[in-house]
């Protein structure tokens, strides 16, 4: 195999650990730039990884620290659709600003590719199912607005600078390292602490609204397909998800324990992703089922 070098901007974080984790395994080498602004979790990070403490909205320091990269995996985000409700200046400042420093950075310091984490919140709600990359984005939160609008600005310095730049619409990821309070760990992370602390998993609504929940490890195989195929870097948008719906009731099902249903909050009712592109170009599968990402969560959470 090639050995690269990857940077991965918030690379401290639950997606960014994961990933820091494989590349090395596989013998990439890594660097990581993190404000730890979400928290030091980087003794989770392989000893091998270059760490730079540092905030991606710093284009100096950025540039000095892309030396000699050859992808750029950019994952630094404040990633809560709340917050973003109620910091539409700050979040848009790290979001799109900060984004904006990436490409500048990458730019100038001759970084040849960048793979970005959009978020498949930039649908927002649609009248059908799957969620195709045709359908217009209806983003609902100055959150997913900042991430679509990131998906431009990749497709935008793709097509002036000659950047070569993927984006890739996650779709809930989950696995190993994600942070029960988190943004997206929501459901699955949040019941497994409730099932550990021997309290009700507490369910919005009816249980009934779907998610199309993507295993870490699936995410990666994406990063690492975009960050290295030659036939894909023309600012292409892919969604990565499982493509396939499970509701909140049956992940309350595979997790175990007593629920308690609370009143419903403003939220899509459904989201599954149509991964027909994903497949054919960027040579990619999904492999982990929900109930066999839950079952190996629960075990490592001392639950069965
Ligand atoms: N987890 C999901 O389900 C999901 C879904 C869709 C999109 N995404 C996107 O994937 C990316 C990673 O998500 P995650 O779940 O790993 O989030 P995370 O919060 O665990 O990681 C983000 C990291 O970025 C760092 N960061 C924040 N602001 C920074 C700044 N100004 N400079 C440097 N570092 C900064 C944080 O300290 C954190 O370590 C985000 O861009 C998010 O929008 C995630």
Redesign the pocket.
Known sequence: MNKKTFLI????????TNLAIHLTEVGHKVVV???????D?TARLPEAVDFHK????DTAGLTRVCAGVDVIV??????RVQFSIEHPLETHD?NIN?TLSVLEAARHAGVPRIVY?????AYGDQETLPLSLDLPPQPKSPYALQ?FVGEEMMRTWSVVYGLKTVSL??????GPH??PD????LVIGRFLKLVKAGQPLTITGDGQQTRDFTHVKDVIKAIVNAGTLETVGQGEVFNVGAGVQTSINEIAKLVGGEVEYVPARLEPKHTMADITQTKARLQWEPSITVAEGVAELKQEAGLI
Do not use: E
């Open positions: 901007t918030g690379g401290a974080g639950f997606i960014g730039v993190d404000d730890l602004s979400a928290g979790h540092l905030d991606i909205r950019h994952l630094a985000a404040l990633p790290v900060g984490a959009a978020s498949s919140s991430k619409r996650f779709f809930n990821v989950y994600m942070d988190g943004a997206y760990a």
